[in-house]
């Protein structure tokens, strides 16, 4: 009887792990297309708020720039702190971010925006997913 009961435990713990990475997955899938929406609609930004090529490239640069800076403070705080942690207020920042994001409506703004969405990015998921 004990046998059966261990065995369902398995069954529950390995439908979890498999939920878990499945969440995780679908989670790296929506940060890697928020990395490259912006591209999509640069011919928009231009023409609306008037941003020169330099101005868009800034957008684009301060990204990646503070994903690079930031990604070695992100992997020493997910050593100090549960891994669990860190996802789900990771997630919560990404999510502010994101959202705040639809209502920029100058250069600075979105500029500042995109910069604290590098920030984050790394820290999102100190798994292998990016």
Not at 109 to 127: A, D, I, M, V
């Amino acid at each position: 009887m004990q046998t059966d009961q261990r065995s369902g435990s398995n069954r529950d713990e390995a439908a979890y792990s498999w939920m878990v990475i499945a969440m995780l997955w679908f989670v790296c899938l929506l940060n890697y297309a928020d990395r490259q929406a912006i591209f999509s609609v640069f011919s928009v930004l231009k023409q609306e708020f008037g941003m020169s090529d330099f101005q868009l490239g800034m957008i684009a640069g301060c990204f990646m720039w503070a994903y690079a800076v930031f990604g070695s403070v992100a992997g020493w705080i997910t050593d100090l702190v549960s891994r669990s942690r860190v996802i789900v207020g990771a997630l919560y920042f990404w999510s502010i971010i994101t959202g705040a994001t639809a209502y920029a409506h100058n250069y600075q703004t979105l500029l500042w925006l995109r910069t604290l969405g590098g920030w984050e990015k790394p820290s999102t998921f100190p798994l292998p997913c990016h």
